[in-house]
Nanobody, 119 residues
Framework: QVQLVESGGGLVEAGGSLRLSCAVS????????MGWYRQTPGKQRELVAS?????MTNYLDSVKGRFTISRDNAKNTLQMNSLKVEDTAVYYC???????????????WGQGTQVTVSS
């Protein structure tokens, strides 16, 4: 069974930095795209950053230049610098995973990690 485990959330002052990590375990044939979403109460979940298996990245406009996503095998990292109060949210890791050669990729999600930025 594929599981994603996130770590690295917490409380930080505005202007500070946090690093989120996401590791996948289980029987994996291939990992396609990896990404981070975030959600605040009453709002839809939004894509913060993503990275393809080839290393191409995509970022939410409001985090460009401040956040960096990277990947290494079965793990990815979201480095968040110059954090703002509006970055406060629950952050979710997601990965597109194939568990067999002929299987269809499926999106898996982590349990979420809270990031709180204080003013």
């Amino acid at each position: 069974q594929v599981q994603l485990v996130e770590s690295g959330g917490g409380l930080v002052e505005a202007g500070g930095s946090l690093r989120l990590s996401c590791a996948v375990s289980g029987i994996i044939f291939r990992i396609n795209d990896m990404g981070w979403y975030r959600q605040t109460p009453g709002k839809q979940r939004e894509l913060v950053a993503s990275i393809t298996s080839g290393g191409m990245t995509n970022y939410l406009d409001s985090v460009k230049g401040r956040f960096t996503i990277s990947r290494d095998n079965a793990k990815n990292t979201l480095q968040m610098n110059s954090l703002k109060v509006e970055d406060t949210a629950v952050y979710y890791c997601t990965m597109g995973v194939k568990t067999t050669l002929r299987g269809v990729p499926r999106d898996y999600w982590g349990q979420g990690t809270q990031v709180t930025v204080s003013s």
